[in-house]
């Protein structure tokens, strides 16, 4: 299924590079996809539109045991 979601967000990445900003694929488990929006995408106030009505419509189109996919954000260095 991870392949399956990485096919589809390359679908997705040119119109967030367009913008400035980009998605990292984080985690898929039991039909959730975790995602990072970086650059611009990533402070952006219409992020969460951008996720649901973009992002998420496309992979569950893609790949139909997505239930959702959810933002997360992860430091940008490891705690030591």
């Known amino acids: 299924m991870r392949a399956q979601v990485e096919e589809?967000?390359?679908?997705?990445r040119p119109f967030l590079l367009a913008d400035?900003?980009?998605i990292e694929l984080i985690?898929?488990?039991d039909g959730?996809?975790?995602v990072r929006l970086t650059g611009a995408?990533?402070?952006?106030p219409m992020?969460?539109?951008t996720l649901r009505q973009g992002v998420e419509r496309v992979l569950k189109e893609a790949v139909p045991d997505i239930k959702k996919v959810v933002?997360?954000?992860l430091p940008a260095f490891p705690p030591m």
């Not at 589809?8 to 997705?12: F, N, Q, R, S």
């Not at 995408?41 to 952006?44: A, D, N, R």
């Open 20 to 22: 400035g900003g980009d």
């Open 41 to 44: 995408c990533g402070s952006c």
């Open 32 to 34: 959730v996809v975790e």
């Open 27 to 29: 985690d898929v488990k």
């Open 8 to 12: 589809a967000l390359g679908k997705v």
């Open 71 to 73: 933002a997360v954000n």
């Open 47 to 49: 992020s969460q539109m």
